[in-house]
Each structure stands twice: as structure tokens, then as C-alpha cells.
Nanobody, 121 residues
Framework: QVQLVESGGGLAQAGGSLRLSCAASGSIFSINNMGWYRQAPGKQRELVATITSGGSTNYADSVKGRFTISRDNAKNTVYLQMNSLKSEDTAVYYC???????????????WGQGTQVTVSS
């Protein structure tokens, strides 16, 4: 069974930092894009940042210059370093990975369970 497990969420003050991690485990042949999304109360889930297997990155305008996404392919892990946090960054953060888990199935997207990030002003 394939799963994504996030860690690193919590409470931070405005202007502070947090680092999220997401590790993929199970029977995995390959991982393509990995990314972070977030969902604030009463709002739709939105893209925060993505990274390809080759390391190319993409960010939402709201986090550019403050957040950095990276990955360790040997560990099947993606990270999100969040600096200069703002109250509007408060949300549940979800990890997403496009993974090939069987030679008989196409690549599928998988989601983590989510981790809460709360920024106090």
C-alpha cells in the first residue's frame, strides 16, 4: 500500500518559519511531479508549489520569495521551507505526488492526510 506521510506542521508567529516534509512509502516504481497544496477554512484547495523529478519548480504568486520546495529522490521525500510566514498562510497543507506503483496501472496522483499550519499575528 502506497502512502504519503506529512510532518512538520504546527504553530508559528508571523514572520517565523516552518519546514514541512512528506515521505512516500510502499511499492513505488517512480515518482514524477511532487507538490504542496493548501486549504484554508471556507476556501478551495489551492496550489502552493510543485517540483518535477528533475528539480524544476513552480510557485503560487502568494508564496514566491518566501517558500522553497525541494525533494530528495533517494528518500522519496518532498520538503517545503516556509519563511516570512503570514497569517494568511494558515491552512491545512497537503502533499501530492504522481507515482507509478504498478506496471499494470498508469501514473496516479496520491494525497497525504494533511498537516495543519497556523500562523499567529
Amino acid at each position: 500500500q502506497v502512502q504519503l506521510v506529512e510532518s512538520g506542521g504546527g504553530l508559528a508567529q508571523a514572520g517565523g518559519s516552518l519546514r514541512l516534509s512528506c515521505a512516500a512509502s510502499g511499492s513505488i516504481f517512480s515518482i514524477n511531479n511532487m507538490g504542496w497544496y493548501r486549504q484554508a477554512p471556507g476556501k478551495q484547495r489551492e496550489l502552493v508549489a510543485t517540483i518535477t523529478s528533475g528539480g524544476s519548480t513552480n510557485y503560487a504568486d502568494s508564496v514566491k520569495g518566501r517558500f522553497t520546495i525541494s525533494r530528495d529522490n533517494a528518500k522519496n521525500t518532498v520538503y517545503l521551507q516556509m519563511n516570512s510566514l503570514k497569517s494568511e498562510d494558515t491552512a491545512v497543507y497537503y502533499c501530492n505526488a504522481e507515482m507509478l506503483t504498478s506496471l499494470y496501472k498508469p501514473i496516479q496522483g496520491y494525497w497525504g492526510q494533511g498537516t495543519q499550519v497556523t500562523v499567529s499575528s
